[in-house]
């Protein structure tokens, strides 16, 4: 328990002994590597890829909101597809009504604030293993839901979602999906990002780390947990959002167990606790079943995911960000070493 | 009379078949401190490869049973020797997570050795009914609430009152100690896994026997056993198994009262509502502290 609390000081922690004038140009450093990253596909992949980019970038909200509650709260939910599909049916009957995307954002997050309330606030409470269990029967909750309202929401069959449109913006141009699907994957990974930093982020690291230990120096653990939760619903249900309006078509499978499996799978391999490992996971969960229908095994995709998680969670629990951390670190310790030779 | 007989009936055969699976869940939780998100998997081994073996290769049902019962107690023994063993000390949850991909693989790996489609099992005495007081019984019912009560209690004579159960619960406060006064703890962890195993895998099958096998049918039963146990207390006896029985009888007098798709929505209601008004102090494990 301690182990982790030691091995994992945040950066931010260490920012204000820096001072203010390392910071501008640091941010303004990641600014424009995540520009010059999120030019790549318009500029140099097809239609279809950037049609795949758009989808990564939907699915890098939802695993940032899953980061912010498993890998910085420590809290397991198993229905975090299924708040995307709670935001993505929403997005659909504010469509069919005739409302437009603003609109339907603005229903997507108050549906999905409600469902988390009432989800969390009984359930957080009390330990957090209770609350991976209440998400699974929300999970199921929300399946019979689709499956009972046939009318409402296209029931087991899926249904079509009208295209968003800002000015002359149509989400069913790949290339409009991608530039439209860019702001709210911007402005998650920039609030994500300064969460770390803030007293709720590191109220957030207590609780993840010793509920216990939280408590005794004052953090209101249940509150910090539900907050999560909340953060993270709204998330997940943002990128149900645009997931509906990216791929024009949703069915209950989108946002089964399995699907919270899969986004679950791809927290814990890009790395649990950091912003990089969410887009690493995002990239995973969106490229990965392609590359297998690519090399023509699209079977295997959940049996390698199954085992990856299992194995990945047990020899690198810090994922692929952790490993490479420990590679990085390795490097520069070894480069130290011969400079303190010298 | 007859049909709230009925009913009645119809809750306590599904609770006892949750009763009987949370059991499995209770030992294992409390031997190793740990959950297995996969333990409903593991009962479908058993029944789904039973049916492949006895409907697709001929074997006879019989020998086809037991080929599925030994698989499922193989698996879970494996789970907890080549997994939940190795997770390291002081992080909490990673089991669920560990097992969370073995669900994912099994789930998978079944799907790929066999198919996706769901098939009838072979019946095991549904078919064979009785009247008793105008309520239809089956022969099934009563293997099942037979099985659950004898299970149940064996299970708890062991473990309070034979020396095997003293070394059991020794174990489970503090293997360290249990090891060090002459306990074989690793052989007592495995013998608990592979019980659980065949538990899972006897309940599997009898679920099958009542509905029909495919790869996820055992996923909704075991939310259900959860809940009950998540209720009740997972390191309690009594409670948890109660639970789990007024579990069912409850779904089926939802389902009986509001419809057959009120079942659900009634279930994930009464979670919610047990949860935000029991006191903490009932629901809540007794020790939290894992730090």
């Known amino acids: 328990m301690t182990g982790t609390t030691m091995t994992r000081p945040r950066r931010g922690g260490k920012n204000p002994t820096v001072g203010k004038g390392r910071g501008v140009p640091r941010l303004l450093t990641r600014v424009a590597v995540f520009a010059v990253i999120a030019a790549v596909p318009p500029l140099l992949f097809d239609d279809y890829w950037v049609f795949m980019s758009a989808q ?74 209770r609350l991976a269990l209440v998400t699974l029967a929300f999970g199921e909750l929300l399946a019979w839901a689709i499956r009972n309202t046939t009318d409402l929401t296209g029931g087991t069959q899926g249904a079509s979602v009208d295209p968003f449109l800002f000015g002359r913006l149509d989400s069913s141009e790949p290339l409009h999906a991608y530039l439209i699907a860019l702001v709210p994957a911007a402005i998650a990974t920039a609030f994500a ?54 791929t024009g078509f949703i069915a209950p499978p989108d946002f089964d167990l399995f699907a ?18 969410a887009w690493l996971g995002a990239s995973y969960v969106v490229l990965m079943p392609e590359v297998f229908t690519l090399a023509g095994q699209p079977n295997l995709y959940p049996i390698v995911g199954g085992a990856l998680l299992a194995i990945v969670a047990l020899v690198v629990p810090d994922g692929i ?22 | 009379m007859g049909d709230l007989g009925q009913i009645l009936l119809g809750g306590v055969t599904t609770g006892s078949l949750y009763a009987l699976f949370l059991l499995g869940v209770l030992i294992v939780f409390q031997v190793s ?79 790929q050795l066999i198919d996706a489609n769901a098939h009838t099992f072979v019946s095991l005495g549904a078919d064979t009914r009785t009247e008793v007081a105008g309520v239809v019984v089956s022969m099934s019912d009563g293997i099942v609430i037979g099985l659950t009560v004898v299970t149940v209690l064996a299970a708890y004579l062991l473990l309070n009152r034979t020396s095997l159960g003293t070394s059991l619960r020794a174990s489970a406060e503090d293997a360290g100690i249990a090891q060090a006064a002459g306990v074989n703890v690793r052989a007592l962890r495995t013998a608990t896994w592979a019980v659980a195993g065949l538990i899972a895998a006897v309940v599997a099958i009898l679920v099958a026997s009542r509905l029909s096998v495919d790869a996820f049918y055992m996923t909704p039963f075991l939310i ?32 009986y009262l509001l419809g057959a798709s009120a079942g659900t929505p009634a279930v994930f209601l009464l979670i919610i509502v047990v949860l935000a008004l029991v006191p903490k102090r009932f629901v809540n494990e007794r020790n939290e502290v894992r730090a």
């Not at chain 1, 919270?260 to 490992?277: D, H, Q």
């Not at chain 1, 390795?330 to 030779?341: F, P």
């Not at chain 2, 409903?40 to 019989?62: D, K, T």
């Not at chain 2, 390191?235 to 007098?253: H, I, K």
Request: positive net charge; charged residues 10%.
């Open chain 1, 56 to 129: 990564v970038l939907a699915f890098a909200v939802a695993t940032l909101g899953l980061d912010i509650l498993y890998g910085r709260t420590g809290q397991m939910s198993l229905a975090h597809a299924s708040f995307m599909g709670v935001g993505a049916y929403t997005t659909y009957v504010m469509a069919t009504n005739g409302y437009g995307p603003a609109m339907q954002l603005a229903a997507v997050i108050g549906v999905a604030l409600i469902a988390a309330l009432v989800v969390s606030v009984p359930t957080l409470r009390l330990s957090g293993m």
């Open chain 1, 260 to 277: 919270s499996v899969y986004l679950f799978v791809a927290v814990v391999i890009g790395g649990a606790g950091t912003v990089l490992g």
């Open chain 1, 321 to 342: 960000v952790g490993l490479g951390r420990n590679v990085w670190r390795r490097i520069r310790g070894v480069r130290g070493d011969e400079e303190e030779s010298k």
């Open chain 1, 193 to 246: 990002v300064h969460l770390g930093r803030t007293q709720l982020g590191r109220r957030m690291l207590a609780v993840r780390d010793s509920e216990l230990a939280a408590e005794s120096v004052g953090v209101a653990v249940a509150r910090t947990k539900v907050t999560a939760f909340l953060i993270s619903a709204v998330y997940a249900g943002v990128a149900g959002w645009l997931y509906a309006g990216i």
């Open chain 2, 224 to 255: 259900k056993a959860f809940i009950a146990g998540m209720i009740g207390g997972l390191d309690r006896f009594w409670l948890p198994l109660v639970v789990a029985v007024a579990l069912g009888v409850y779904e089926s007098l939802a389902v």
């Open chain 2, 33 to 111: 401190k740990s959950m297995n998100f996969a333990y409903g998997q593991v009962g479908m081994i058993a029944a789904f490869s039973a049916w492949f073996f006895y409907s697709e290769q001929g074997l006879p049902v019989p020998v086809a049973l037991m080929i599925g019962v030994l698989l499922a107690v193989i698996v879970n023994s494996a789970i907890d020797f080549a997994a939940i063993r190795r997770i390291p000390a002081g992080r909490p949850g990673l089991d669920l997570v560990v097992t969370l991909g073995i669900f994912l693989l099994i789930t998978a790996v079944m799907q």
